[in-house]
């Protein structure tokens, strides 16, 4: 009993020096990690609930914007917020509900957690604190692959969950050109087009930093002094390694076949999937090529695209990769271009809004309602049923609606 006693007295000391140091480590940070671009998903947030999920693919962001909220509403030097990353080897021996229990001893008031996923037991433990720890707030960070409701039970009908995205073209149009555009929906930017684009082309000439965008603008790591393509390579095999095969637990011999895929879909994008030559491609059963692409959408390395009134576990009409960025390095010269327009559409509007493969000439169809032909410049008759996304047009007119305004959707 009094080696127990010891060894309590011993864990209460180190998780309090432990304590410390993070936040040491939280000031250091809120001084040295800024957002160059206000994201719109701080004011999405209801900021009132006590226990929040930021999911987001790696490379979007998440860690800085824990930070941002930090810094925005408690400051540096407020010990009643706290950020702390669960890869630090600490949590290899103790748990969160210890630390979060110190935390609230001194005051704490809201710990933001990052890198759940590399805790064992994450999801009941938040829960333990969520039921005990009433007064404590917590906003935790995780793979775009977590299902946080469907696959961890123990905090259905408590977490909020939220998407962290890459940069729209407006957010890096902001950052780029020092401009402060708002955001515009869908049903604004259908009705008050030719206005808005004149308004901004008024301002700037955004079809300047277009292709800039398309190439590298929608992972904030193009503001490193580092060679963005392998940057990016080395992400989207990270997301690989660790967003799906690690969290989805599939043994790490199967990674030459997801990457495999990956380039197979990648060359070929946007593409109607023969899952039939694809599971000879990489050696595996239909069925397991069909949960693998789903995979890789989870990651926000693809997006599938199903005919209307369809969902997974059918087959997608088409695969498209998640955004453009992701379409350079794989074959930095030979990209198609109109699956760079299609694509670059197809992700703008995926958030908010429910995308299926096209009727009538159109590459998509909207919320089930409008139709989109996406095209480098208008050919041949316009037709009054379609509305047209145009590449090549600065401002439009009627149903003819510049590509590059579609960026300011969020």
């Known amino acids: 009993?009094?080696?127990?006693?010891?060894?309590?007295?011993?864990?209460?000391?180190?998780?309090?020096?432990?304590?410390?140091?993070?936040?040491?480590?939280?000031?250091?940070?809120?001084?040295?990690?800024?957002?160059?671009?206000?994201?719109?998903?701080?004011d999405e947030i209801d900021w009132n609930d006590r226990l929040i999920g930021i999911k987001g693919s790696r490379g979007v962001g998440k860690t800085t914007f824990l930070l941002e909220y930090a810094r925005e509403f408690f400051g540096r030097d407020n010990r009643a917020c706290l950020y702390i990353n669960?890869?630090?080897?600490?949590?290899?021996?103790?748990?969160?509900?210890?630390?979060?229990?110190?935390f609230r001893a001194k005051g704490g008031k809201v710990l933001l957690i990052d890198q759940v996923f590399k805790y064992p037991g994450w999801s009941r433990e938040l829960r333990f604190c969520y039921d005990r720890f009433p007064d404590l707030k917590i906003v935790f960070s995780g793979s775009s692959v977590m299902r946080l409701k469907e696959e961890n039970p123990d905090l259905s009908g408590r977490v909020v969950s939220y998407n962290l995205r890459g940069f729209s073209f407006r957010e890096y149009l902001n950052l780029a050109a020092g401009a402060s555009f708002p955001v515009y929906s869908l049903d604004e930017l259908l009705a008050r087009h030719q206005i808005i684009a004149e308004s901004v082309c008024s301002k700037i000439k955004p079809m300047a930093f277009f292709q800039d965008y398309l190439h590298h603008g929608y992972y904030p790591f193009f503001l490193e002094?580092?060679?963005?393509?392998?940057?990016?390579?080395?992400?989207?095999?990270?997301?690989?390694?660790?967003?799906?095969?690690?969290i989805k637990q599939i043994e790490q011999?199967?990674?030459?076949?997801?990457?495999?895929?990956?380039?197979?879909?990648?060359?070929?994008?946007?593409?109607?999937?023969?899952?039939?030559?694809?599971?000879?491609?990489?050696?595996?059963?239909?069925?397991?090529?069909?949960n693998y692409i789903k995979y890789l959408t989870d990651a926000r390395l693809t997006n599938m695209l199903y005919n209307e009134g369809e969902a997974f576990p059918k087959k997608p009409a088409k695969v498209y990769m998640h955004n453009t960025n992701l379409m350079f390095p794989?074959?930095?010269?030979?990209?198609?271009?109109?699956?760079?327009?299609?694509?670059f559409f197809y992700n703008m509007l995926h958030k908010g809004h429910k995308l299926s493969a096209g009727l009538k000439n159109a590459h998509?169809?909207?919320?089930?309602?409008?139709?989109?032909?996406?095209?480098?410049?208008?050919?041949?008759?316009?037709?009054?049923?379609?509305?047209y996304a145009i590449e090549k047009a600065e401002t439009g007119e009627d149903n003819i609606i510049p590509l590059w305004l579609f960026g300011f959707l969020y």
């Not at 002094?225 to 690690?246: H, I």
């Open 253 to 290: 011999s199967y990674l030459p076949k997801l990457r495999k895929l990956l380039y197979l879909l990648a060359i070929s994008a946007p593409c109607a999937p023969n899952v039939s030559q694809l599971s000879k491609d990489i050696e595996t059963s239909r069925a397991t090529v069909t």
């Open 1 to 42: 009993m009094a080696n127990e006693g010891f060894f309590l007295l011993l864990q209460r000391k180190i998780i309090k020096i432990v304590v410390e140091s993070f936040y040491r480590t939280h000031n250091y940070l809120l001084e040295h990690t800024s957002s160059p671009v206000r994201r719109l998903l701080m």
């Open 330 to 343: 794989i074959r930095p010269s030979d990209v198609n271009l109109q699956a760079i327009r299609e694509t």
């Open 364 to 387: 998509f169809t909207v919320d089930g309602i409008q139709n989109f032909r996406i095209e480098e410049a208008l050919r041949g008759r316009n037709n009054p049923d379609l509305y």
């Open 86 to 102: 669960l890869n630090h080897l600490y949590f290899t021996a103790c748990s969160i509900i210890d630390f979060a229990a110190e």
């Open 225 to 246: 002094k580092r060679n963005f393509s392998e940057n990016l390579l080395k992400t989207m095999n990270m997301m690989l390694e660790v967003d799906v095969l690690y």
